[in-house]
C-alpha cells in the first residue's frame, strides 16, 4: 500500500494520543471482529464517533468500507486495517486540499481567528518563527484589543523572535489595529503579515459583522488580503471543535484549520470530520508551548500514525 511507505522516523509525537486511542480501538475491533455484519458495523461506528469522527462521517466511513470489503470476517486484520486505511483517505481527499495562497505582489496577509483560549496568540508567533526560518519578512498585529493582556502577550512573543508588533490601544476598534498593521507592512516591505483576532464568544450576528468588517478594511488596504483566513481550534474540544469550525465557516471565509494541543488528550478523529462537512484542510497542528512546537500536517503520516503499525504487519 503506498500510503504507508513514508518514513516513520518522521512520526509526529502529535499524533501519538491519536493512535493510541483510535488506533489501538480500530485494533482490537478488527482483531477481534464479529461475524454478523451489523454487530461489527456497530463496534466500528461507535469506534469511530468515539475518536471524534462525528456520526455522518462515521456513516459515510462505515458504507464506503462495507462496499469494498464485504468479505471482512475472511480478511486478516491488517487486511481490513488497510482498508479502513483507504476509507479514511477517500473520505478525506473527497475534495481537494487547495494551497496556501501567498500574494506575490505585495505582503500576504494571515487573519487568525477562532474562540478565546483556542491558542490563536501562541500560534501567531509559532507561525512567525516558521516564517523567519524561512527568510521571510514577518510581522505580528495584534488586533485582540478587547483585553490589554492579549495585546502585551503577543508583543512579549514578538520581542522574542524579534519581529515588529502592531498594537492598538485597549479597547480601539480591532479593524483600526488590522489598518495600520497593513500599513505597516506596506511600507517595510513585509512578506507575511500575521494578525491576532479577539475570540469572544459572542452572538453569530456580532461575530459575522466584526468578521466581515475586519476583511473588508484589510482588502481596501492590501488587494486580495486576508489571502489566509485560518480557524484556530482546539483538538481537544472534540465534537464543539466541529460545530466551531461549521459556524465559523458559514459566517467567514475560512480556507484553513489550525488545530492546536495535539500533545493534549485529543482523539485526532476531528481531522477527517472537519474535512468531510466543511472541505476545510487542516493546514498545521500545534504539539506544545514552545515556540517551534508546530508542524505541516501532513494526511498520510497522521493516518500511518493511526494504523500503520498493524498494516504493516506481516
Ligand atoms: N500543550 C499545549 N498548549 C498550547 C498549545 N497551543 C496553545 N497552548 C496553550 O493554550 C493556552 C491558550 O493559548 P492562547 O494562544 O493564549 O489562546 P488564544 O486565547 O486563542 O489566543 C496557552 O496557555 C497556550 O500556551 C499546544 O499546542 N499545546
Ligand atoms: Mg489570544
Known amino acids: 500500500m503506498g500510503f504507508f511507505s513514508k518514513d516513520k522516523n518522521k512520526y509526529l509525537h502529535g499524533f501519538a494520543k491519536t493512535n493510541d486511542s483510535l488506533g489501538r480501538k480500530l485494533r482490537f475491533v478488527t482483531e477481534n471482529k464479529k461475524q454478523n455484519k451489523d454487530d461489527f458495523m456497530e463496534q466500528l461506528m461507535v469506534t469511530l464517533i468515539e475518536a471524534d469522527i462525528g456520526y455522518q462521517t462515521s456513516e459515510l466511513i462505515c458504507d464506503r468500507f462495507f462496499e469494498t470489503c464485504q468479505n471482512y470476517y475472511y480478511l486478516f486484520a491488517k487486511d481490513i486495517m488497510n482498508f479502513l486505511g483507504q476509507t479514511f483517505r477517500e473520505v478525506y481527499y473527497e475534495k481537494e486540499d487547495e494551497e496556501i495562497v501567498f500574494n506575490e505582489n505585495g505582503p500576504t496577509v494571515i487573519l ?47 520581542d522574542r523572535l524579534d519581529v515588529p508588533c502592531i498594537c492598538g490601544k485597549e479597547n480601539e476598534d480591532p479593524s483600526s489595529v488590522l489598518v495600520k498593521g497593513c500599513r505597516y507592512a506596506k511600507e517595510n516591505d513585509i512578506d507575511i503579515l500575521i494578525c491576532d483576532t479577539a475570540g469572544r464568544l459572542q452572538t453569530k450576528v456580532n461575530l459575522m459583522a466584526e468578521l466581515e468588517k475586519m476583511t473588508r478594511v484589510v482588502g481596501k488596504e492590501i488587494p486580495g488580503a486576508p489571502h489566509d483566513t485560518w480557524l484556530v481550534l482546539d483538538a481537544n474540544t472534540g465534537q464543539n471543535g466541529l460545530s466551531q469550525a ?69
Open 112 to 158: 487568525m481567528v477562532g474562540v478565546n483560549g483556542s491558542g490563536k496568540t501562541s500560534t501567531c508567533a509559532k507561525l512567525a518563527n516558521r516564517y523567519l526560518a524561512e527568510d521571510r519578512k514577518v510581522a505580528l498585529v495584534a488586533a485582540d484589543t478587547f483585553r490589554a493582556g492579549a495585546m502585551q502577550q503577543l508583543q512579549m512573543w514578538a
Open 246 to 314: 461549521e459556524l465559523f465557516n458559514e459566517i467567514t471565509d475560512l480556507n484553513g484549520i489550525i488545530l492546536t494541543k495535539m500533545d493534549g488528550t485529543s482523539k485526532g478523529g476531528i481531522i477527517i470530520a472537519i474535512k468531510h462537512m466543511t472541505g476545510l484542510p487542516v493546514r498545521f497542528i500545534t504539539v506544545g508551548e514552545g515556540m517551534e512546537d508546530i508542524q505541516d500536517f501532513d494526511f498520510d503520516l497522521y493516518l500511518d500514525s493511526i494504523i500503520g503499525d498493524l498494516a504493516h504487519a506481516k
